[in-house]
């Protein structure tokens, strides 16, 4: 695979609206641009939990135990309700709250489907002499792409009605994860469906 075909597809799936890419957006809303960046490591080190495994074992992994990809799409599909419930939920003014800790987007990002088409998909295997700069293009580009939500999720607080804006970015957020959990969950039943003949 060509570097321009595979930075082309990296960044169209990483900016494509996913639950990493709302929790930046999230996390630049409640406390401005510069949270993002306290926030990367956590991205990136994410990624790299997900990614490094499956381009080395992945195949082979899902081969001999094909459900591991099963109970990882449902622990994204209940992780990303979880999240979703809790932002929905987030009192203003005191009570309840949904702020974006590092913890929150290291499991997501764990959990996000998009690192399981880098391992499995697009990063070639790691004795692959293109590995290397290629994972370093996609740890540039996740970066690029989390200031560019951040700077989104920002702009949220500019001017007047601050907090309303906030309130509504954290029930577009809440609403976009539970229909990424929502959709995680019909595929793998749509699945099931089908090879039971359904």
């Not at 005191?94 to 987007?105: D, F, I, M, P, Q």
């Not at 200031?147 to 999720?153: N, P, S, V």
């Not at 907090?163 to 976009?176: C, D, G, M, Q």
Request: proline residues 5%.
């Amino acid at each position: 695979m060509s570097y321009t075909f595979f930075f082309s597809a990296v960044l169209a799936l990483l900016l494509a609206p996913g639950p990493t890419n709302t929790l930046m957006a999230l996390a630049a809303a409640q406390r401005g641009p510069r949270r993002v960046l306290c926030l990367l490591p956590s991205e990136l080190l994410g990624y790299l939990t997900t990614i490094l495994p499956l381009a080395a074992l992945g195949n082979w992994l899902f081969e001999r135990w094909p459900d591991v990809g099963v109970t990882l799409k449902v622990a994204a599909a209940i992780w990303m309700m979880y999240l979703a419930l809790k932002l929905w939920g987030v009192r203003f003014g005191g009570g309840g709250n949904a702020e974006v800790t590092s913890l929150r987007v290291y499991i997501t990002t764990v959990l996000n489907p998009k690192a399981l088409i880098f391992g499995l998909v697009l990063l070639p295997v790691p004795v692959d002499a293109q590995f290397l700069p290629k994972l370093g293009l996609l740890c540039l580009s996740a970066t690029a792409v989390a200031l560019i939500w951040g700077l989104a999720g920002a702009l949220t607080q500019v001017g007047k009605a601050g907090e309303t804006r906030l309130r509504i970015a954290h029930r577009i957020a809440s609403i976009w994860l539970a229909l990424v959990s929502f959709a995680l969950l019909a595929s793998l039943l749509r699945t099931y469906a089908t090879e039971a003949g359904f």
